[in-house]
T-cell receptor
Framework: AQSVTQLGSHVSVSEGALVLLRCNYSSSVPPYLFWYVQYPNQGLQLLLK??????LVKGINGFEAEFKKSETSFHLTKPSAHMSDAAEYFCAVSDPSGGYQKVTFGTGTKLQVIP | EPEVTQTPSHQVTQMGQEVILRCVPI?????FYWYRQILGQKVEFLVS????????KSEIFDDQFSVERPDGSNFTLKIRSTKLEDSAMYFCASSGSREGQETQYFGPGTRLLVL
């Protein structure tokens, strides 16, 4: 079964500092990977997705993620954190069992941005 | 931009009562999903629905749950006899296909509290 593991349930960065949120995947087939963001009291918004076209994927709000097969990783980065980036971030994988009908989420990483 | 909407945003109910959570998927989408997120835990897949049938469901989706598309726009999740452990945020999602790289678009969620 497909799964993702997010390292670090809480990450704190200073405003202007690099954001690095870690995600490792486990998949028996080439995976489709996603990062979603959840702002307080809101739903899940897609940040970016990897669909095998390019290993470096750019998303909204200045975020990007790099797919590294050798490391089974899909870490999310942003060069300079803004206060508005404070949210919970979920790495997810599209599960091919049953025909890609479900997305399996990681446990989430809460990002705190310190002024 | 088209979006998934959900009503109500919050619902409080007594244990044993029936609740219906409503969703309006993106209009040209054909695949519909329900997920839930118990407070502090990760987002979990409940069920997928296509062509007026359940196409996949998780072990969480037992006989007390049902889904329906009563008309051309709404997609509902019914919990027949709520339990305390059903308290969670319930997210509806929709997608245009079930290809692995297809994005599932999520609604803002309904926060259900069972007393």
């Amino acid at each position: 079964a497909q799964s993702v593991t997010q390292l670090g349930s809480h990450v704190s960065v200073s405003e202007g500092a690099l954001v690095l949120l870690r995600c490792n995947y486990s998949s028996s087939v080439p995976p489709y990977l996603f990062w979603y963001v959840q702002y307080p009291n809101q739903g899940l918004q897609l940040l970016l997705k990897y669909t095998s076209a390019a290993t470096l994927v750019k998303g909204i709000n200045g975020f990007e993620a790099e797919f590294k097969k050798s490391e089974t990783s899909f870490h999310l980065t942003k060069p300079s954190a803004h206060m508005s980036d404070a949210a919970e971030y979920f790495c997810a994988v599209s599960d091919p069992s049953g025909g890609y009908q479900k997305v399996t989420f990681g446990t989430g990483t809460k990002l705190q941005v310190i002024p | 931009e088209p979006e998934v909407t959900q009503t109500p945003s919050h619902q409080v109910t007594q244990m044993g009562q029936e609740v219906i959570l409503r969703c309006v998927p993106i209009s040209n989408h054909l695949y519909f999903y329900w997920y839930r997120q118990i407070l502090g835990q990760k987002v979990e897949f409940l069920v997928s629905f296509y062509n007026n049938e359940i196409s996949e469901k998780s072990e969480i989706f037992d006989d007390q749950f049902s889904v329906e598309r009563p008309d051309g726009s709404n997609f509902t999740l019914k919990i027949r006899s709520t339990k305390l452990e059903d308290s969670a945020m319930y997210f509806c999602a929709s997608s245009g296909s079930r290809e692995g790289q297809e994005t599932q678009y999520f609604g803002p969620g309904t926060r259900l509290l069972v007393l």
